[in-house]
């Protein structure tokens, strides 16, 4: 085959693209705005719609706003929700069996893929949604994935109670406190959805093949599991952990930027000031650790990496993104760094589910163009 194709010993010359500023969709979900570091989700200021509701709340009014029929309460929401857990419950046995050694992002992943995008008759999940379904075995397999992990068994879900409450009894088999549950809320509710970023991107596409819910979720997660997406708070942990006193803090962000590393929890390719995420997860840990050692620590980090960035990259602006106080916030929750990741995916199932609404109610398959830049058969190369 290779004897009429025109070979070069060098790869053609190919521009990144990262489709910057590129339209891909109408929505009526949320609203980034970069240059004044404003997000609006379901036409409230995210400030404001965490005063407004709890996760159930923000999920409805999403999906509300996405035109879901009939227009779900949070009530409803709530109570669905109860129910969806319970039956991700049930499997927990068959996801725990065919685990190999993944991380809980991964295995969140292969537990979603466990999901039907159309439940059959037999399996008593027919009258719940998928979007629906979709974020109460996010947080069931969640919780017993960390809980395998470290050796203990799944806890069962509490059809009753509030999903942020029921996710960290879930994970520690025991009540939280008022105040944890509040902090969970307020991270769940701040980051549900965020326009057209990767995931809800992949999301759309895939709904837009007319594949379904489940499967739009499953594709979507394994964009955010990306460093450059939602798997920094991880590595900014570990950052945290690698500096470890105050003297290390600039020689140690010094080398690795003259090293050319990316700093985790900084820089976004919309927000040109500080992410208004990441005031609402500051704000959020100062109540739940009353400011401790950690968060003091971590506030001396960043502005230490905000000075050194902007000494080394003057011609950009790179500020603190959410994810370097989702890291903070979610530690302070007692989440380990390996489910940060997916703690994020439980709440962002509701954005993602939304944009599935609304992809579907356009209707229209989502295919690009590529400019080609290869080689040509030789007699069309020679002429
Ligand atoms: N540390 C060091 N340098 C950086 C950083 C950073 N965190 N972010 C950007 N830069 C530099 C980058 O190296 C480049 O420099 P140069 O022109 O000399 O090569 C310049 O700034 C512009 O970078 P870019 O790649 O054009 O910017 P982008 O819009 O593609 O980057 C980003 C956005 C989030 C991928 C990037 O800032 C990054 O890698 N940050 C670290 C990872 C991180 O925190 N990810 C979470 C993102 S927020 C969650 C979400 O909303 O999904």
């Keep these: 085959m290779s004897g009429n194709v025109t070979l070069k010993s060098e790869m053609p010359a190919v521009t990144a693209s990262g489709l910057d500023n590129v339209v891909a969709a109408e929505t009526a979900l949320s609203h980034v705005d970069g240059e004044a570091g404003r997000l609006i989700v379901a036409g409230y200021d995210v400030e404001d719609l965490v005063k407004a509701y709890d996760f159930e709340g923000a999920a409805a009014a999403l999906w509300r706003a996405a035109g879901c029929e009939p227009a779900p309460s949070e009530g409803e929401v709530r109570e669905a929700l109860g129910r969806a857990r319970e039956a991700a419950f049930g499997d927990i046995p068959a996801l725990l069996s065919s685990k190999r050694h993944q991380t809980v992002t991964e295995g969140l992943r292969t537990g979603l893929s466990m999901l039907a995008d159309e ?43 509030g999903h942020a409450e029921d996710f960290l009894r879930m994970l520690r088999d025991e009540a939280p406190s008022a105040a944890e549950v509040e902090a969970l809320n307020a991270y769940m509710v701040t980051v549900a959805d965020h326009g057209m970023n990767a995931s809800t991107f992949t999301a759309r596409v895939i709904a837009s093949t007319r594949a379904g819910t489940i499967s739009a979720v499953v594709g979507a997660l394994c964009a955010l599991k990306g460093p450059l997406h939602g798997g920094a708070p991880g590595p900014v942990l570990d950052m945290l952990d690698e500096i470890g006193t105050r003297e290390n803090i600039e020689p140690w962000l010094e080398r690795e930027i003259a090293g050319g590393a990316r700093l985790m929890g900084f820089g976004h390719r919309v927000y040109r000031v500080r992410d208004p995420r990441a005031d609402v997860f500051n704000k959020a840990v100062t109540i739940l650790t009353n400011g401790n050692e950690r968060v003091r620590f971590a506030r001396e980090v960043e502005v230490a990496a905000l000075k050194a960035l902007r000494a080394a990259k003057p011609g950009h602006r790179i500020d603190t993104n959410m994810e370097y106080y989702t890291a903070v916030l979610l530690e302070a929750l007692g989440i380990p760094r390996d489910a940060v990741t997916s703690v994020f995916a439980m709440a962002r199932i509701a954005g993602w589910t939304a944009h599935v609404m609304e992809q579907e109610r356009v209707g229209r398959l989502i295919r690009p163009q590529s400019r080609y830049v290869g080689g040509w058969p030789e007699d069309e190369a020679a002429a």
């Design 119 to 161: 439940p059959g008759e037999d399996t008593g999940e027919r009258d719940i949604p998928a979007h629906i379904r979709a974020l109460g075995a996010a947080a069931v397999i969640t919780a017993a994935l960390v809980r395998t992990q470290a050796g203990k068994s799944p806890v069962a879900p509490d059809p009753r109670a």
